[in-house]
């Protein structure tokens, strides 16, 4: 079985460009929608996204909607807590693939690590 885990190095998820999400007033409050939109740089990445380590600057404290946690995910999307395995593997690889292509490194090496290659 799969089992979701982030990976080191890929940092898909900080590419935050808003127009890849026009429904995020959908499930952000408006005080959690202008924390989002701060976060964006003007290329589209978290301001906090080194691109070089490729790792988030601000990791321990980063905001909830940032974290693949249960309670997180019911709140934005009504996920139940026994469905976020998968979902969450879903939405990373839409993520990476999105970001960095369907056959890049970063999508490869994902697929492995959370069990979707062998």
Do not use: K
């Amino acid at each position: 079985m799969a089992t979701w885990q982030c990976i080191e190095n890929c940092g898909a998820c900080c590419h935050l460009d808003p127009r890849d999400r026009p429904d995020l007033d959908q499930y952000l409050d408006p005080d959690d929608l202008q924390l989002y939109l701060s976060l964006v740089g003007e290329d589209g990445w978290c301001r906090n996204f080194d691109p070089v380590a490729r790792r988030c600057g601000i990791y321990d404290d980063r905001p909830w909607f940032c974290r693949v946690e249960a309670q997180g995910y019911q709140a934005m999307f009504g996920i139940e807590p026994a469905e976020l395995n998968d979902f969450a593997i879903d939405c990373c690889l839409e993520q990476i693939e999105g970001v960095y292509g369907d056959r890049s490194l970063e999508a490869l090496r994902f697929q492995r690590e959370v069990g979707l290659l062998t």
